[in-house]
Every structure is written in C-alpha cells, then in structure tokens.
C-alpha cells in the first residue's frame, strides 16, 4: 500500500512514521492536494490530505484515473472534499473524527486568556523594560458566562474547562442532548439566546452551507456588548468583514481566532519576508483586542499520535476490506 501525504510537516512526518506500524510506503509531500498538484498522487493507492486541501470534483476525477481508491483526510473537517463526487467515483473517503478535544478546547483558554489579561501586551512591554500596567486592566473569568455553538466532544471538553473557571456555562447544539446538562453543569439554549447572553462565544460547530457565516453583522449586533468570540473550530463560520466592523465600532471586547475564513495559503506557511495580501486579514492583526494563531490547536504531542494512529487503522481497514468505521459519505 503506497500512500502520498500531501500538505505535510516535519511533525506529520514523524508522527506518521511513527505510527506505521504495517509498513506501507509512505511519501510526503509540501505541496497542498489539489488540481494543480494531483498528478503527483500517480502510482499510489491512498491520498493522505489536510484540511485545507481542495479535493474538488477535478481532482478527484484525476485520482481515479491514477487509480487511488482512498482519500485519507487527517482532519476532522471534510468540507475540503466534493464528498458527492467521491462516491460517484466510488473513491472512499475517512476522516479522524476526534484526536484530542482537550488539546483543541485548551486552546481556546490560551486565546481567551491571553485576550482578558492581555498577557501578549505584556509580554512585549516587558521585554522592552516597560513595566507600567497602564492599559492592561482585564477581567475575571469566574462568575462570566460562558456560551458554546456546537456540544460535540471538544464544545464539551470547554465546558469542563469553563466549569473549572467557574464560569456560567450556556450552550447551542443543532441536538441538545439532556444528559450532557446533568454532566456538565450547562444549559443548553435557543442561538439567538446565547449569543445576547455569552460573555464569551467560542464556536465549535462544523462548516456547513447552513453554518457559514453564522457569525454575521445582523447576529454581531445582537451579542453583549463587550463580549469576546473565540473560534477554533472552521473560519467560514464567521464573516470576517463584519468581524472587522464590530471590532472597529468597539461592539466586540476581543477575537480570539485559530482559524480564518480565508486561511488556505497563508495558515502553515512562513509569509515573515512577505507582505500579507489578504487586506481583512492584515488589518486584524493590527488590533490590539485580536489574537490569532496559525490553526495550531490540534498541535500537541497526543493530538498528533492520536491522528497519525488513527488514519493508519483507516488505511489498514481499507486494505483489508473491513467496514470502515470513519466513512465520509454524501
């Protein structure tokens, strides 16, 4: 079994490595999976992608004359594949539903701490030898409440989180389970009810048709005014022009983004002797209520192992033949 990883680090090539356990020939790739790259993908079985690889219909149709069976993705999301296609073609497709949801969910406490003590702002004072606190006034996480769109596994891993703090926590999911209250300590709410509510909004829903831009002008408008938004999760979920204006009207009180709606490009790529072309995304930085990292919540050494282990059990359950217990299927 010959499989190309494309869109790949040093850290995916020796977490893959490492959990390579049957053997098969593993050739990475820097590129991003695509239409421009797919012809490299010739003489192999399985395409190992990520998340912001575009396996669109063209692409696809050229993997399956190169004769790959599989798209491996080692993301949770897929909204980077033309699933429908896929299927047509009679290409399998896996993901990695969840790898490590405290590593994405401790994430969003880095964010949100570094955004309410201004730890960032700090940090550079300091190392200037300004050690005034002027400016630096934040405040306590305890007693605020705690809003999360979307109570999958890493939506709850935040809410323990958030427990701890001793934050209210409050909750929107397409499908509210009732146990998870009891378990959580959460009160699952109507959308419109959080997010007027929330001191803090961290999102953790997928990227759908329907969820795209959920965070707009109009539901911008309706959020405490102060509030902070945290967003690990998919950044089509928030329209970024409008994040923009509500930052700049002082509606919003901090962002705290690991992920931008126009990320493909310019997330995991060394741009420092380069000027940033996306107009929206350079003037984020610039704000000093605004945190943004490089998609790294998934980055720890567990969450790693965890998505390297589990697309080699795809890979081997597609080579055996075996049900495949991480099908993307239209």
Do not use: W
């Amino acid at each position: 079994m010959r499989i190309a990883v494309f869109d790949s680090k040093r850290y995916d090539r020796a977490a893959l490595t490492a959990a390579n356990g049957a053997g098969y020939e593993l050739e990475f790739f820097e590129d991003r999976l695509n239409r421009s790259t797919v012809p490299l993908a010739a003489g192999f079985d399985v395409v190992c992608p990520f998340v912001n690889d575009r396996v669109d219909e063209a692409t696809l149709l050229e993997l399956k004359r190169l004769g790959v069976g599989h798209v491996a993705l080692r993301s949770a999301g897929y909204n980077g594949v033309d699933v429908a296609a896929a299927a047509r073609l009679g290409i399998v497709v896996t993901r990695v539903p969840a790898y490590s949801p405290e590593a994405v969910a401790e994430h969003v406490f880095a964010l949100l701490l570094t955004l309410v003590r201004k730890t960032h702002r700090a940090f550079n004072r300091v190392r200037d030898a300004n050690f005034s606190l002027d400016g630096l006034v934040g405040f306590n996480l305890h007693g605020r409440t705690f809003g999360v769109v979307g109570a999958g596994k890493i939506g709850r891993a935040a809410m323990q989180i958030a427990r701890g703090f001793g934050m209210q926590v409050i909750a929107y999911d397409r499908s509210p389970d009732p146990a998870h209250e009891a378990a959580l300590g959460c009160r699952f709410v109507s959308l419109p009810e959080l997010l007027a509510s929330a001191d803090v909004i961290s999102l953790h829903a997928p990227l759908f048709p329907e969820t795209r831009h959920m965070i707009n002008a109009t539901s911008l408008a309706t959020m405490k005014p102060g509030a902070v938004i945290i967003n690990t999760s998919r950044g089509g979920l928030i329209d970024s022009a409008a994040l923009l204006d509500a930052l700049k009207s002082g509606q919003l009180g901090g962002v705290g983004l690991d992920v931008y709606e126009y990320e493909e490009g310019v997330f995991f790529e060394d741009l420092s002797g380069s000027a940033v072309q996306d107009d929206v995304l350079a003037r984020l930085t610039t704000f000093p209520n605004v945190v943004i990292t490089s998609h790294q919540g998934f980055l720890t050494d567990e969450a790693l192992s965890n998505i390297a282990t589990t697309v080699m059990q795809n890979v081997a359950d597609y080579a055996a033949g075996k049900p495949l217990a991480n099908a993307v299927r239209p």
